[in-house]
C-alpha cells in the first residue's frame, strides 16, 4: 500500500485542519485498506504479507514537514502493533522505507529540504517483487529500508532491531 501527500506550507504544524488532511491520507487511509484485509488474512492458513511504505520520514526528525513525518512514525508503530496481534495468524506486515523517489511529491519536497537516500522506482518494484516472493516472517514489525541485506534481518535475534525503539 502506497499512499501520501507532504505538508508543504510554512508552518503548517499550526494549523489543525493540515494535521487532519496529511493523517487522513498518510496514516487513516492505509489503516482502512490494511483491517479489510485483515478479516481475510485471519482465516488464511498460508502466509499472507502487508506491505506498506511508511519511509524515511518515520526514522528521523523532519523538521521541514513534522505532519507527514508523524503519520509515517505512525505507520510504523502500527505495523509493529498489528504485528504482535496477529503473530499467531501467519501475518507478515512490515513497513518500507524506499528512499526518496522521483515523483511530483519529491519535486515540491526538494525545494524546501534534502533528502538521505534516492531510489529508482525499479529498485522499489524489485525490492517489492523479491518480497512477494521469500518468507518475510522475520521482516514481521520492522522497518525495513530497501537495501537492507535480507540475510542479515534472518540471522538477528534482537527482538528491537529495525523498530522505533528508545536507547540510552
Known sequence: MCAGV??????????????????????????????IFLKYFKK??????????????ATNSFKEF????????????TVENYSEIF?????SI??????????SMLK??????????????????????KCLKINTSSFNGKLVHIRDNFSKIRKNKNMNYLKLRRFQ
Open 108 to 129: 515540491r519536497v526538494l525545494k524546501l529540504a534534502k533528502v538521505a537516500t534516492s531510489s529508482k522506482m525499479h529498485e522499489v518494484t524489485e525490492f517489492i517483487n
Open 87 to 91: 503473530k499467531k495468524n501467519n501475518l
Open 6 to 35: 507532504v505538508d508543504l506550507k510554512k508552518n503548517s504544524y499550526l494549523d489543525i485542519k493540515e494535521w487532519n488532511k496529511v493523517f487522513k491520507i498518510n496514516f487513516f487511509s492505509n489503516i482502512q485498506i490494511i483491517n
Open 44 to 57: 488464511s492458513k498460508k502466509q499472507n504479507k502487508i506491505i506498506i511504505f511508511s519511509g524515511g520520514g
Open 66 to 77: 513534522p505532519i507527514y513525518s508523524a503519520t509515517k512514525t505512525a505507520i510504523v508503530r
Open 94 to 103: 512490515f513497513a518500507v522505507a524506499p528512499g526518496a523517489v522521483r515523483t
